[in-house]
Every structure is written in C-alpha cells, then in structure tokens.
Nanobody, 126 residues
Framework: QVQLVESGGGSVQAGGSLRLSCEAFGYTYSIDSIYCMGWFRQAPGKEREGVAN???????SYAESVKGRFTISQDNAKNTLYLQMNSLKPEDTAMYYC?????????????????WGQGTQVTVSS
C-alpha cells in the first residue's frame, strides 16, 4: 500500500505561481515499486482530468492546457512529487490530486492509478 499526501495549494492571482508537493508513504518495497506518478485536477462541475505525469526514468507528459506553464518533477530521495505551476489562470482553479502506479504503463489515464491522495485546492483569481 502507498499513501499520498499533497500540500502547497492556496489562493493566488492570475499570473502567479504555486508549487504543489506530494509525499509518498509506505513500505520501502511499495515505494520502490512505483513506476508512474501523476497530477490530476477536478474543477467544480467538471470531470477529473490529467495534468502531468512522470515515470521512474524521468520521462514526462503534459496536458495541452498546461504545456509551457507547469513542470512536473520528483525527488526520489524524499519520495516526493512536485508540480511547479507558473502563469496561473483562473481556469486552473481546481482540486489537485496526485496519483501513483506500480504498473508498467505511464499515461494520463486515471484507470492506471490505484493510489490517490486527498487533494489540495488551488484557486486562481482574475
């Protein structure tokens, strides 16, 4: 089992920046077996959508809506995933979730992720 705890959300004005963190907890063998981690978000009244993912080799992918503005990274020594969000827009307002998978595929498909955090709220005002 893997537990994920997000932090770093908050309220900012449009054009501002935030950095989200997601720390993974669990047995060493569980943490070491993680292959893919991702960030998802869900705005009120909308379906949850994939934002960015990163695999154990450091390969990344992003949703078109955040390319060039968001950067996903990981610190394996700290078992922590990050999402640096720059040039934030009001449409980025959402609850942000991190997710982890120990499967062999890394994508922005929710179905591949069995482990989820509780979420952290990001609010961007115009």
């Amino acid at each position: 089992q893997v537990q994920l705890v997000e932090s770093g959300g908050g309220s900012v004005q449009a054009g501002g920046s935030l950095r989200l963190s997601c720390e993974a907890f669990g047995y060493t063998y569980s943490i070491d077996s993680i292959y893919c981690m991702g960030w998802f978000r869900q705005a009120p009244g909308k379906e949850r959508e994939g934002v960015a993912n990163i695999d154990s080799d450091g390969s990344t992918s992003y949703a078109e809506s955040v390319k060039g503005r968001f950067t996903i990274s990981q610190d394996n020594a700290k078992n922590t995933l990050y999402l640096q969000m720059n040039s934030l827009k009001p449409e980025d307002t959402a609850m942000y979730y991190c997710a982890a998978s120990n499967g062999s595929v890394c994508s922005l498909q929710e179905a591949i992720f069995p482990y989820w955090g509780q979420g952290t709220q990001v609010t961007v005002s115009s």
